[in-house]
């Protein structure tokens, strides 16, 4: 049974940092894309970032660009987003997910992962940044 599970949300100021972390279960993560996903009150779910399996290649939404890298653990079968910088536009509730293939999948326009071509997600882990 495909399993992802997020943790490490919760409260930060402005300017402060976060590190998320996906642990999957069901699947052997070296073999597949994960990507990261959130979603505002009132907003669609929106693509943050993902990382290729192969070549452990990054994609980045441009909100996110230089300030969130994301990294992968095969071997703790997990998957990493670091925020850094943070704003009080990135509070949202941020998910991981994949769709057990080994590339990203990413919307043709914005270039960000594309949460309508994801079949298998986690719970989410709150994030809120605000003084």
């Known amino acids: 049974q495909v399993q992802l599970v997020e943790s490490g949300g919760g409260l930060v100021q402005p300017g402060g940092s976060l590190r998320l972390s996906c642990v999957v279960s069901?699947?052997?993560?070296?073999?597949?894309?994960i990507a990261w996903f959130r979603q505002a009150p009132g907003k669609e779910r929106e693509g943050v970032s993902c990382?290729?399996?192969?070549?452990?290649?990054?994609v980045n939404a441009d909100s996110v660009k230089g300030r969130f890298t994301i990294s992968r653990d095969n071997a703790k079968n997990t998957v990493y987003l670091q925020m850094n910088s943070l704003k009080p536009e990135d509070t949202a509730d941020y998910y991981c997910a994949t769709d057990l293939g080994s590339r990203c999948r990413t919307d043709q326009g914005t270039g960000a992962p594309d949460p309508m071509r994801y079949d298998y997600w986690g719970q989410g882990t709150q994030v809120t940044v605000s003084s």
């Open positions: 990382i290729n399996n192969r070549d452990g290649s990054t």
């Open positions: 069901g699947f052997t993560l070296d073999y597949y894309a």
